[in-house]
């Protein structure tokens, strides 16, 4: 398991800001725009290693290839990520911090994005998708087996590397290569709304998520607090 932490992530982050507007700028292509940002975000600020990317992996159906831009794996889990380059034009939600797949995000550039890496994880039988233009990123399961229809899942839409930054916890929980060995990315895209609505109230305290990658302590007392907790000791 990689010891990479939330303080790296969140120093990784802050350099790639500081040089995304000059790329946003140039009006970066996709190969550019991936080599630049979106390589960088993964491995630098959510901390996959080469092991776990595979990039312009093939995907083939009834005759038809294409490639994927990225596929992340785990031993228990992987999503695809579909990159865009730096000037395409993502028409997102104000102020919203998720919305339906069936709603505003299936218009424009973004809406056709999200379709296209929908069919590669069905190609490759992969429960989870992230479409990006480096700058932005929508994350969401693009297969499900609970009677959801694709049109009515909810997707975690993050409007920057700003957004990011000031939401830091909730996309370090959702897509850091720790929390995805872990299962959250489970967690976090099919559970029940209230759980997403429980974990927004980390984004009002101020740099919450620091705490996250240092309470090694923990394992240690958690037979106590469990004890204490009990209902013959309340």
Known sequence: ???FTIDQCHAALDRLIEKHSQLTLSDANEAETRLKVIDKVLREVLGWQDDDLSVE??????????????IVRTATTSLIVEAKKAGATFLLPTSQRSGKLG??????????????VRDYCRMKHMPFAVVTNGSA??????????????????A???????????????FWELLSRQRVAEGNLEHELLSPEKNVSARRVLSLVR???????????????????NAALTDEAL
């Open 1 to 3: 398991m990689s010891t």
């Open 57 to 70: 992996e093939r995907c083939s159906e009834d005759s038809r290839t294409v490639f994927a831009d990225y």
């Open 103 to 116: 709603g505003a995000l299936k218009e424009g550039e973004m809406g056709e994005a999200i379709r296209q």
């Open 137 to 154: 990123w929508i994350v969401f399961p693009a297969i499900r087996t609970d009677e959801i229809t694709f049109e009515d899942t909810q």
């Open 156 to 170: 975690r839409i993050f409007r920057s590397l700003i957004d990011i930054k000031e939401r830091i916890v909730e």
């Open 207 to 225: 740099e919450p998520g620091f705490r996250l990658g240092r309470n090694a302590l923990y394992e240690h007392i958690e037979p106590a607090v």
